[in-house]
T-cell receptor, first 116, second 115 residues
Framework: NAGVMQNPRHLVRRRGQEARLRCSPM?????VYWYRQLPEEGLKFMVY????????ESGMPKERFSAEFPKEGPSILRIQQVVRGDSAAYFC??????????????FGPGTRLTVT | AQSVTQLGSHVSVSEGALVLLRCNYS??????LFWYVQYPNQGLQLLLK??????LVKGINGFEAEFKKSETSFHLTKPSAHMSDAAEYFC?????????????FGKGTKLSVKP
């Protein structure tokens, strides 16, 4: 059973470009979470999605950031018009539908975004 | 509201010595608590979790943590450090009844192990 997959692992964008980060949850998992890790900081929650629904986006910046988790395919975190401050590691996590293992999240390897 | 404080951004121990990484939490609902480990340029791996069962929780790689409600603490320990334990460790909290997805992380503690 493959773990959470994220691609690309490293992404370089120039200021003003768009960044698209992809996350494929573990097989059988229908909950996806995105976190951002700035240098020397812990992870900060951004958004929580289930298939075709955004459940909690309280950690998402109001502008330029969006996320989706379509019925088919991976979850996408999209950052429009990137700025240097967006440089960070972006982690995706997934969890199963079952309530027997509440809130346990399995993390992907992350995408390291560098904005030049 | 929930929060996590990890005391000490860097901890250094000698190989074979006791490892103690501190975590204090704040939560208005019964908490679920987690410790994750992150190796350089990798994702987070779950070490152990507390979900209101036994207060002493055993995890992988010989780590354990004790939930102390009176002290609002969930410190991580390992009796004898190994070189391979060098990594960054994150404590996280979420609360039953709160947003299921919203893990709140501490800022992390980098553990160095000296030979």
């Amino acid at each position: 059973n493959a773990g959470v997959m994220q691609n690309p692992r490293h992404l370089v964008r120039r200021r003003g470009q768009e960044a698209r980060l992809r996350c494929s949850p573990m097989k059988g998992h229908s909950h996806v979470y995105w976190y951002r890790q700035l240098p020397e900081e812990g992870l900060k929650f951004m958004v929580y999605l289930q298939k075709e629904n955004i459940i909690d986006e309280s950690g998402m910046p109001k502008e330029r950031f969006s996320a989706e988790f379509p019925k088919e395919g991976p979850s996408i975190l999209r950052i429009q018009q990137v700025v240097r401050g967006d440089s960070a590691a972006y982690f995706c996590a997934s969890s199963p539908e079952s309530r027997q293992d509440p809130y346990e999240q399995y993390f992907g390897p992350g995408t390291r975004l560098t904005v030049t | 509201a929930q929060s996590v404080t990890q005391l000490g951004s860097h901890v250094s121990v000698s190989e074979g010595a006791l490892v103690l990484l501190r975590c204090n939490y704040s939560s208005s609902v019964p908490p679920y608590l987690f410790w994750y480990v992150q190796y350089p340029n990798q994702g987070l791996q779950l070490l152990l979790k507390y979900t209101s069962a036994a207060t002493l929780v055993k995890g992988i790689n010989g780590f354990e943590a004790e939930f102390k409600k009176s002290e609002t603490s969930f410190h991580l320990t390992k009796p004898s450090a190994h070189m391979s334990d060098a990594a960054e460790y994150f404590c996280a909290v979420t609360g039953y009844g709160g947003s299921q997805g919203n893990l709140i992380f501490g800022k992390g503690t980098k553990l160095s192990v000296k030979p």
